[in-house]
């Protein structure tokens, strides 16, 4: 299915992405670079960045690399944009090899809350100061389906995306007097590379027969692209603190 961007809908603005390197944050920085914003990518993977820069040579892009739960490379990113953001796509993210609360180590879900949850905190509160001195920004989370149930994903990476969604949620409420407005996409299976191998005998047995029953086709990264991009733009401007399922309808099972 082609989704043209929209021209021109973005000039004159700072868009901040993170996890540009691929995947939906690399969907989601082409096309706001192909409708005019000057795009802050940021991601861990130098070479994907790379990649992308070579990709939209001639459009505004520039790449922060790093990890973004670290303050260092919230710092590097907010300083790339040039001290005012206009939209944050708040994208990166990672699994949890679908461990059930049993099997859970201290290690693998202090990684998950660091970038699923931490990691938007600060780049949110880093931003939020130039978009309320201004009076108008948007910032779209990237929750998931594993926000909106238990049976989609393991306990670390499901509790860290409902995490996601209140924050989105309490954020909206907190600035969207402000003209700030946050959002948050909820995106079911998406072909990606992130990495979803399950670790945990019993979790697949669980788990199972809810993946193979009821999970609807899977979705482009470009699909979730648009839908953050609009989030993003003005012409959602009466929309905040929504979570906007994009997921094939698995919320209607």
């Known amino acids: 299915m082609a989704m043209e961007p ?5 000039v004159d603005k700072t868009a901040v992405v993170t996890g540009a390197g691929s995947g939906i944050g690399r969907a989601t920085a082409v096309r706001l670079a192909h409708e005019g914003a000057r795009v802050v990518a940021t991601d ?9 820069s070579t990709e939209l040579e001639g459009l505004d892009i520039v ?9 260092v490379t919230v ?9 005012h953001v206009d939209a944050l796509a708040n994208v990166a993210g990672i699994m949890d090899g679908f461990l059930p609360p049993a099997e859970i180590d201290d290690e693998v879900w202090q990684r998950v809350m660091d970038v699923n949850v931490t990691a938007i905190m600060r780049l949110t509160r880093a931003v939020l100061p130039s978009m309320i001195a201004a009076g108008h920004g948007s910032i779209v989370n990237v ?9 989609a994903a393991g ?7 409902h995490a996601v969604i209140g924050f989105t949620k309490s954020t909206a ?11 948050a996409v909820a995106p079911g299976g998406v072909a990606t590379n992130i990495e979803a191998p399950f670790k945990s005998q019993f979790a697949g047995e669980r788990l199972g027969p809810f993946m193979q029953v009821n999970v609807p086709p899977i979705a482009s990264a470009e699909e979730l692209g648009a839908a953050i991009t609009w989030l993003l733009s003005d012409d959602s401007s009466n929309i905040s603190g929504a979570i906007l399922p994009s997921d094939g309808g698995w919320t209607a099972i």
């Open 6 to 10: 929209t021209p021109g809908r973005f």
């Open 44 to 52: 861990i993977s130098a070479e994907r960045l790379q990649e992308l």
């Open 63 to 71: 790449t922060v690399v790093g990890d973004v739960s670290s303050q």
């Open 75 to 83: 710092d590097a990113v907010v300083e790339a944009a040039k001290g």
């Open 143 to 151: 929750a998931s389906e594993a926000g909106l149930r238990g049976s």
């Open 155 to 161: 306990t670390a990476y499901t509790t860290s995306k």
């Open 173 to 183: 409420f907190f600035y969207t007097p402000n003209g700030v407005r946050c959002n």
